[in-house]
């Protein structure tokens, strides 16, 4: 587990790392979470960590493009997305993970918005990893 990845599997990412403990990362899609998109254009995002030390890292995620295909009822609208995150290791073993992200896309039937968030861990042995998640959402 580590930071959230919320983009398409298929897309082309440039990395810099302007400083010790920061990283940026640029990156063009073929759409949202997905290897083959329902629509032509390309999504963009952008993304920025922040390691605080070796067992705390921070970062953020924004994300924007068309996700509905060509006929959808409520329109195109371009959906933006904000995904802020953060990542404890307090033990070699035990991995956790805050998540929360909040968006909108205006429709034409109106804007469609949302705010969800994660709490997830990973406890991982020699032979055994296990994850829990707890996910909350709101509209």
């Known amino acids: 587990m580590d930071e959230p990845d919320l983009r398409a599997a298929v897309g082309a990412r440039l990395k810099w790392l302007p400083a ?12 949202w979470n997905s290897v083959v998109d329902n629509n ?15 067992s705390l890292k921070v ?19 371009w959906r933006q997305l904000l995904d802020i995150y953060f ?11 805050r998540e929360v992200n909040g968006g909108f896309e205006p429709t034409d039937v109106g804007l469609s918005a949302w705010i969800a968030s994660n709490l997830s861990s990973r ?9 829990h998640r707890v996910i909350g959402k709101s509209r």
Not at 23 to 28: T, Y
């Open 20 to 31: 010790d403990r920061h990283a940026l990362r640029l990156g063009v899609y073929n759409g």
């Open 123 to 131: 406890l991982t042995s020699k032979s055994v990893r296990r994850e």
């Open 87 to 97: 990542v404890a290791m307090p033990q070699k073993r035990l991995t956790l993970l």
């Open 59 to 77: 970062g953020a995620v924004y994300f924007t493009g068309v996700e509905r295909d060509e006929e959808a009822t409520e329109g195109r609208g």
């Open 40 to 54: 032509a254009e390309k999504s963009l995002g952008v993304d920025y960590l922040y390691t605080v030390g070796r």
